[in-house]
């Protein structure tokens, strides 16, 4: 993925951050920490109250001190806002698979497991789904294994739940009522037909689907100078990375 492919899906995550108080992203997640980044850095600018953020597995930007245990206690006080969750398989009623594609218990693939994700679904009001992969392995017509379901039946008590999914080809939204992703924008450089050919399950678009923006230049230089300084300090690879190839393509 190139550079400015990145800088999308960054700045992308930055405006569905807009408005919130506190965002909490897990351990090997630099492009939503990066996005959450940038949200800080852009409401500071803009003089607006700054969004409070914690990575886990973070020393510099992270409010808890006993890990898994306090986000959870946190997430169901209300005092998280908006979370990060992904999958190995993603279905159309957003349900995610983080345990194993194949027959379980027998999978052929086995992944992670579910963690808090089941948990953290339920409790965080603006949890974006998020995948760079855009293929038919991931977003599947079902998923084999439900570790955290998208909707729940009614009369349960659910507060959280999904908000958009955000891909390396496009960003969509997530209609709760009638269980169905719908196409919001297309990425720069991809089609509608790369997008429902890649998708496994259906979902609701426009004729001709706008694109998602491009970073501006000032979202550009935030990124380039205080993001990936602040960024550096959890994912240093990462981070130098994208320095140099965002370099290379302003050359």
């Known amino acids: 993925m190139s550079a400015t492919d990145r800088t999308v899906l960054i700045a992308t995550i930055a405006e569905l951050l807009a408005g919130v108080r506190h965002v909490a992203v897990g351990a090997s997640s630099p492009i939503p920490a990066a996005g959450a980044m940038l949200r800080r850095a852009l409401d500071e600018a803009a003089g607006k109250p700054t969004v409070r953020l914690s990575i886990l597995g973070s020393v510099r930007h992270n409010f808890f001190t006993n890990g898994g245990v306090e986000l959870f206690d946190c997430a169901g006080q209300g005092r998280i806002d908006a979370f990060f969750l992904g999958g190995g398989q993603i279905d159309g009623e957003a349900n995610i698979n983080l345990v194993g594609a194949g027959t379980y218990p027998e999978v052929d ?9 089941a948990y953290l679904y339920y409790v965080i009001p603006r949890v974006i789904l998020f995948r760079e992969e855009h293929s038919p392995r991931v977003f599947v017509p079902k998923v084999d294994f439900v570790s955290a379901p998208g909707v729940s039946e009614p009369g349960t008590f659910r507060t ?3 908000y958009a999914l955000l891909t390396g080809k496009g960003l969509f939204d997530f209609d709760k009522a009638r269980r169905r992703f719908a196409l919001r924008s297309l990425h720069p450089g991809h089609t509608l037909d790369e997008v429902v050919a890649a998708t496994g399950f259906r979902f609701d678009h426009a004729p001709a689907p706008v694109t998602t923006p491009a970073s501006s230049p000032e979202v550009t230089h ?30």
Do not use: I, K, Q
């Open 109 to 117: 693939v086995r992944w992670p497991g579910s963690f808090g994700s």
């Open 160 to 162: 959280g739940g999904p």
């Open 222 to 251: 935030l990124l380039r100078t205080r993001v990936l300084d602040e960024l550096s300090e959890t994912y240093p690879d990462f981070a130098a990375s994208l320095r140099r190839d965002m370099a290379a393509a302003a050359a």
